[in-house]
């Protein structure tokens, strides 16, 4: 039964990276990453606002690394997510972000002192031999000729980046519980996606709109969250974190109902080529805890 928390979660962002491609067509990418934040604060201050106010001391020392978190984890991984959606699919967005425990993994070489296994290398590269598979449609001469997509671009540097807010995140190992720091987080989010709001064009939250920011507010940013967390309470980090690999699959099937987005043989093999190198880099380095905080 407890293995249902994980699946859930999983899908919710699966749902998520569906949500980042269709409002790309009804509201401005700064906006609905200022909205998605705004009303997960809302829905979060009635909760936590005391109890965060009551830790205020053991939280301030803490501040500037926090502002950090929330620049990384959900200022520039959320919008880049948002602005890559106007030239990539859904299904390349979650291919590409299940790229991130590989990442997390090297970038825990320089920042955690960690030693990477041959399973890691091998998975490495086998990995990336999928990616490129996948984003030059099968024939590699394409994507050295005309290079990636601009949005498969800004989905590759919103990896690497939420990559990098998981391991800081490990590194630096703050007094503060799970929520607290997400609500602090949320509240620096805010003020920095502030002027983003401003400066888009399209702001007004629609009838068309408000569906996809309450889902990626409400579902992904709170409820996803705190299922995972449920999760790995019940059932262990490890075993919580196989079922990431579910979210590229789940993206693609329903990206392929809800969008129309066409499967080739390229995305099933180097999908394949992708997850495979992912889980083999996994079996003897275990990423514990990498994407515990995953806010797709």
């Not at 965060?52 to 880049?80: C, D, H, T």
């Not at 296994?117 to 031999?129: C, E, K, Q, T």
């Not at 995140?169 to 983003?196: D, E, G």
């Amino acid at each position: 039964m407890f293995y249902l928390l994980p699946f859930f979660t999983v899908a919710i962002w699966a749902g998520n990276a569906i949500v980042n491609k269709m409002a790309f067509s009804v509201i401005d990418p700064g906006a609905i990453s200022f909205y998605r934040w705004f009303f997960a604060l809302i829905a979060l201050t009635p909760f936590l606002i005391k109890s965060v106010w009551r830790e205020r001391v053991i939280i301030k020392p803490y501040l500037s690394k926090l502002a950090f978190l929330a620049l990384l984890g959900m200022v520039l991984n959320q919008s880049l997510g948002y602005f890559a959606a106007a030239t990539t699919s859904a299904t390349n967005i979650a291919l590409i972000i299940s790229l991130v425990p590989l990442v997390s993994m090297f970038l825990s070489v320089p920042l955690l002192g960690q030693r990477l296994s041959p399973f890691a290398l091998i998975g490495a590269v086998l990995s990336l031999s999928g990616l490129v598979l996948m984003l030059s449609h099968g024939h590699i001469t394409n994507l050295i000729s005309q290079g990636i997509k601009q949005g498969d671009g800004l989905m590759l540097l919103a990896a690497v980046v939420y990559a990098l807010y998981c391991v800081l995140l490990k590194r630096w190992k703050m007094p503060i519980s799970n929520w607290h720091s997400v609500y602090v987080q949320c509240l620096f989010a805010v003020a920095m996606l502030t002027p983003l709001l401003l400066t888009s064009h399209r702001m007004a939250i629609t009838a068309a709109a408000a569906p996809l920011i309450l889902y990626a507010a409400l579902l992904a940013s709170v409820l996803a969250p705190w299922l995972w967390m449920q999760s790995i309470e019940r059932l262990g980090a490890d075993r919580t974190a196989m079922f990431m690999n579910l979210l590229p699959i789940m993206a693609a099937g329903i990206a392929s109902v809800m969008l129309g987005e066409q499967l080739h043989s390229y995305h099933y093999i180097g999908g394949v080529m992708v997850l495979s190198g992912v889980a083999l880099a996994q079996k003897r380095a275990k990423a514990k805890k990498q994407i515990d905080a995953v806010t797709a």
